[in-house]
């Protein structure tokens, strides 16, 4: 019996994803300089990272597609070489990208991936129920709106009853009910079957709202990481004030003390400042625009964000 809890006590505290060190370079492309990264089980982490970041590449390495250069990676104590029979049995994934053959309907394609697994129809129905698909059941995959098209990719992810889930982007480009539906079926399988799940987003609200954990990702490696509390403990700044323009108010913004963020592209223009140097900053900003006849449109005072940290921390946007 000792033996037995001693046993499960290791299980349990072995984490699902051990990712040591990991690079991986194409040509010249330094893609993933050195990640390391410890994912327990029933965790669900989100990589988030603006274009080119090197989520793809992590997350497939991670998914025993591509090979590191350098480093480890562990699934359950286990390195993909000589595992990959059993790996595959706990993994469940979608691309960042999927292609579904366009004279199936949705049934047959989950049918034929079921297959794969030597599973039978009926999980194929069981899961087009969890994923929502029962009416486009007999449709064809060619049309298939966005939204459900991410839901059958899912879906296809889901069949083998996978422990661990990795998921490639899988809401982007969807509507925000579209998002939700997906956020609802994730959020289910956490608390349902204490999956664990990493995925890559773009989306700062996702990785906030469906995420245990966050890793912040830049050029290749991790800039921060943590649960949005400890990222956002990271800003040095509580209280951002920010300021909105219709027009460019042809200041130097940046120049001003306190200044966290200019941007300029949007309307209106928005500019953040630190709350605690507005005594500096303000007279300054109010006497120059009162000089050019310049009219504030909005003002608001608001929390840092995942953005506002990812600013101070490399100078651009996440979403730029
Ligand atoms: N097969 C490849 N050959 C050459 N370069 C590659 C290859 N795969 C990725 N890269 C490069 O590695 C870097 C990281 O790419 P990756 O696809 O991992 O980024 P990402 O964070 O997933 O970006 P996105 O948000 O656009 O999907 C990029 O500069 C990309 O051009
Ligand atoms: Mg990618």
Redesign the pocket.
């Given at each position: 019996m000792l033996k037995f809890l001693f046993y499960f006590q290791k299980q349990m505290q072995q984490p699902i994803i051990n990712v040591e060190n990991v690079k991986k370079s194409?040509?010249t492309?330094k893609?993933v300089q050195g990640i390391s990264l410890t994912i327990a089980p029933g965790e669900f982490v989100a990589i988030l990272?603006?274009?080119?970041?090197?989520?793809?590449?992590?997350v497939e390495m991670i998914e025993g597609i591509q090979k590191p250069d350098e480093g480890e990676i562990l699934i359950k104590g286990m390195p993909w070489k000589g595992n990959e029979h059993k790996l595959n049995r706990i993994l469940g994934i979608s691309l960042?990208e999927t292609w579904f053959i366009e004279k199936l309907t949705v049934f047959e394609t989950l049918r034929l991936f079921a297959s794969f697994y030597r599973l039978d129809k009926d999980r194929a129905l069981e899961i087009m129920h969890i994923v929502e698909l029962q009416e486009k059941k007999n449709a064809y995959t060619k049309n298939l709106s966005g939204g459900q098209r991410q839901r059958l990719a899912l879906g296809i992810s889901l069949l083998n009853y996978p422990e661990l889930l990795l998921l490639d982007?899988p809401t982007t480009g969807l509507d925000p009910n579209a998002r939700h539906d997906i956020w609802e079926i994730l959020h289910k399988l956490k608390d349902e079957k204490n999956t664990s799940l990493v995925l890559?987003t773009?989306y700062m609200e996702e990785a906030e709202f469906l995420c245990d954990r966050i890793v912040i990702?830049d050029k290749?490696k991790v800039l921060a990481m943590g649960t949005m509390e400890e990222l956002l403990a990271q800003c040095s700044f509580n209280e951002i004030i920010e300021i909105g323009f219709e027009e460019e108010p042809g200041i130097r913004l940046h120049l001003l003390p306190g200044v966290l963020n200019v941007r300029k592209n949007t309307k209106p223009n928005l500019f953040a400042l630190d709350v605690t140097r507005i005594t500096q900053t303000l007279p300054v900003l109010l006497k120059e625009l009162e000089e050019r006849n310049v009219e504030v449109q909005t003002l608001i005072c608001r929390k840092p964000t995942l953005d506002d940290l990812f600013i101070s921390l490399t100078g651009r946007h996440l979403n730029a």
């Open positions: 194409f040509r492309v893609a990272g603006p274009n080119g970041a090197g989520k793809t590449t992590l960042q982007e890559t773009h990702v290749g």
